[in-house]
Nanobody
Framework: QVQLVESGGGSVQAGGSLKLSCHVY???????MAWFRQPPGKEREMVSR???????IVAAAVEGRFTLSRDDHENMYYLYMDALKPEDAAVYYC???????????????WGEGTRVTVSS
């Protein structure tokens, strides 16, 4: 049984920073992990992922502002968000284990999400 629990969301002003955490319960050490977000009224989109090869990818919209890290020892997965913009406002989800990393419907495990609000 795998469970993902996100934390760290909140309200910030544009230009501010937040750190999102994803606590992983269960064994996913050989799985890819990702952060997705879903802005109000929009489709869910991938923000970043680390593949089981160790390769990391960050979406163009957040490149240079968001950084991810993974600590398999502590079963934690982080998303550091800097220079936040109003368009970054969304519910952010942690996900793990996917047969097709580019297809969000193919991810096996999801957290409940944590909301990020950015005011201008």
């Amino acid at each position: 049984q795998v469970q993902l629990v996100e934390s760290g969301g909140g309200s910030v002003q544009a230009g501010g920073s937040l750190k999102l955490s994803c606590h992983v319960y269960g064994n996913i050490r050989h799985c890819a992990m990702a952060w997705f977000r879903q802005p109000p009224g929009k489709e869910r989109e991938m923000v970043s992922r680390t593949e089981n090869t160790g390769r990391s990818i960050v979406a163009a919209a957040v490149e240079g502002r968001f950084t991810l890290s993974r600590d398999d020892h502590e079963n934690m997965y982080y998303l550091y968000m800097d220079a936040l913009k109003p368009e970054d406002a969304a519910v952010y989800y942690c996900a793990a284990c996917a047969s097709r990393v580019n297809d969000y419907s193919a991810w096996d495990y999801w957290g409940e999400g944590t909301r990020v609000t950015v005011s201008s």
